[in-house]
């Protein structure tokens, strides 16, 4: 022990020449020697002498950064793939984002190994060691998910206080568009400011910032958890089939999941190819999606620049780990896992209310809800289509598509009524039954504007810290604040747009795709080179462990991420990717020759 005090001592001497000789533009070290590190280090070092139960309460005490990871995954994306998930899936479905996170979880670990073994900034380190293309590219892809995706952020904590709490505290249409939009819009920006400034002031704001991300995403966490604890009363959760989900089972990627089956049988035979290719299809987007949503690449930016914020080093290693599995993965599977619950025990296999009747010739008794007409209108539509043939029913007017569609069978009614997406205010509705309006209306869009906010909030933070990196500032002051504010973009977005400009959100999303998986290449090169980790380099079984698990998530995203650009660009993605990839050859021979003349 004593040796180990010494060493810090040492490190700690160190790690102030490093800081004293930083300049005022920023440098690689962004160590920050205060006195409440040097009591974290000396608490983390006392518990760590008391043994593994006294370590355990030291790392919940200190947790922050993957509070604030849980933050910006506890968000709008998250919330739409877990409750379409239970929609069309089912309870089959729940072992997806558990799977998913801990394949994120190991990169961000390594990520976080390899910063605070450094002490250096991790774009320094990329642009140095590896490549400044990977390196910047991975900067604006974050940028660019930040500014795009805080869009749907403001949206969802906008359609949560116009659909479920003011509603009912003052009355409907109190806030109708699209001024009622922009006013709620508006105080959610105000929100997300206020709190966000917090952390642009450093020690105790960011103390405080970390407490309120905490706060919130533990209320979302809750909401949903009295929601599911409601149902499970009303004996509408069946245990034995929640078990069962979380046991992965990969045929639902080339097959409807079971309970579709007699519904699928009720259809004529000449078209239960379009409704099985349009379930598998929805099955592999919604597994795609649910998986690409637990760690972005954002996050990836995240994490390290927070840790480097707080004045974290070696010493904190193992919280850091630590943290992701308490302030990360935790929330995020419990958040995620009973938004699935409580949207497949009302949803799944269920028709939407409104569209057909209980039996074929029967009378439609309530009026359907407004924002899935249209969607209800474009499934039956695609099957018409597909009776018809693409050439004929083009060549159909408007009217006389409407009246096919309104003559095709109850059975394919009844299964475009299943399949339609819900929202937070359907998830609502159709609770109030079970829960009684003050849980489905008030609790629920409680947890659905924490979702909101939280993530927006995050965002604000990535981007700040993301400009303060381009720039090569500290990561503090004014330069960060304005980071922040850059993110306001979204709110304007929100009320423009109602959803991503899709020409705005097609691109990033493709970068961004790109980007994961050699993002995470980018990270397992770092941990295996030995100039740049130094004796913090991995030996032995350790070396071997991290390589394994680093190569398992680097496969892993290399197959979301194909899959999705395939989808999205076709025959296109293969020259996208061979472009990018080309780039990064170009540059890494252009530096070589340079530093072979030098």
Same mark, same amino acid.
């Given at each position: ?11 700690? #001497? ?39 139960? !006294? ?89 660019? !998910? ?5 869009? /749907? ?18 009355? $409907? ?87 579709? &089956? ?97 039996? /074929? ?8 809800? $407004? ?7 474009? *499934? ?24 096919? !569609?309104?003559?095709? $069978? ?64 500290? #990561? ?42 050699? &993002? ?11 100039? *740049? ?66």
């Amino acid at each position: 022990m004593g040796i180990r005090r010494e060493q810090t001592v040492t490190h700690v #001497l160190e790690v102030k020449d490093m800081a004293a000789n930083e300049s005022n533009a920023g440098g690689k070290a962004v160590m920050h020697m205060n006195p409440r590190i040097e009591q974290d280090r000396k608490r983390i070092l006392d518990a760590r002498a008391k043994g593994k139960g !006294a370590l355990a309460k030291t790392f919940i005490r200190l947790s922050g950064p993957g509070w604030l990871q849980s933050g910006i995954t506890v968000g709008g994306v998250s919330f739409s793939s877990s409750l379409f998930l239970g929609v069309l899936t089912g309870y089959n479905f729940l072992w997806l984002q558990p799977v998913a996170m801990i394949v994120g979880i190991v990169m961000l670990a390594a990520i976080s190994y390899i910063t605070l073994s450094t002490g250096k900034r991790p774009l320094r380190e990329i642009n140095t060691h590896v490549s400044p293309v990977l390196g910047w590219s991975w900067l604006l892809a974050s940028m660019a !998910a930040n500014l795009v995706w805080s869009m /749907p952020q403001f949206t969802l904590a906008t359609r949560a206080v116009q659909q479920n709490l003011l509603p009912n505290v003052i009355g $409907p249409d109190v806030v109708p568009d699209p001024w009622g939009r922009a006013i709620v819009v508006g105080c959610v920006l105000v929100i997300c400011i206020i709190v966000t400034m917090f952390y642009g002031a450093g020690g105790r704001g960011a103390k405080i910032f970390e407490f309120i991300i905490k706060g919130i995403v533990s209320l979302i966490v809750l909401c949903f958890f009295a929601v599911v604890i409601k149902l499970a009363f009303e004996g509408a959760v069946p245990c034995g089939k929640i078990l069962q989900g979380l046991i992965p089972d990969p045929r639902y990627f080339f097959k409807p999941v079971e309970t579709f &089956a007699p519904y699928i049988a009720a259809v004529g035979e000449d078209c239960r190819a379009f409704w099985t290719n349009l379930i598998v299809n929805q099955q592999r987007d919604v597994f795609i999606g649910g998986a690409a949503a637990a760690v972005g690449i954002n996050m990836t930016f995240l994490f390290p620049y927070s840790m480097l914020r707080k004045g974290w080093d070696r010493e904190f290693r193992g919280l850091a780990i630590f943290d992701l599995s308490a302030g990360l993965f935790i929330p995020f599977v419990l958040a995620t896992g009973f938004v699935v619950v409580a949207s497949a025990s009302r949803f799944h296999t269920v028709p939407a209310p409104g569209f057909v009747p209980e039996t /074929p010739g029967g009378q439609v008794t309530e009026a359907a809800a $407004p924002n899935l007409v249209g969607p209800y209108n474009d *499934l039956l539509a695609q099957r018409v289509k597909f009776e018809m043939g693409e050439q004929a029913f083009s060549r159909l007017l408007d009217p006389q598509k409407q009246q096919r !569609a309104s003559e095709l $069978p109850h059975a394919d009614k009844v299964m475009a009524a299943m399949l339609v997406k819900r929202d937070n205010y359907n998830m609502a509705k159709a609770l109030e039954p079970l829960t009684g309006s003050v849980i489905a209306q008030y609790l629920f869009g409680l947890g659905v504007l924490g979702l909101g906010i939280s993530a927006a909030t995050m965002l604000m933070a990535i981007n700040g810290l993301c400009l303060c990196e381009m720039l090569n500032r500290p #990561l503090k002051g004014w330069t960060q604040r304005i980071g922040m504010l850059m993110v306001s973009v979204g709110a304007i977005g929100a009320i423009v747009w109602k959803q991503p400009a899709p020409w705005l959100a097609m691109p990033t999303s493709v970068f961004c795709i790109i980007l994961i998986p050699i &993002a995470y290449v980018t990270f397992l090169l770092m941990m295996n080179q030995k100039t *740049l980790m130094g004796n913090d380099m991995p030996r032995g079984g350790m070396r071997v462990l991290w390589n394994v698990l680093m190569i398992i998530t680097v496969s892993v995203t290399v197959f979301i991420s194909g899959w999705s650009l395939w989808s999205r660009l076709k025959s296109w993605s293969i020259p996208v990717v061979a472009v990018f990839i080309g780039l990064v050859v170009v540059v890494h021979f252009i530096r070589k020759g340079r530093r072979a003349a030098a």
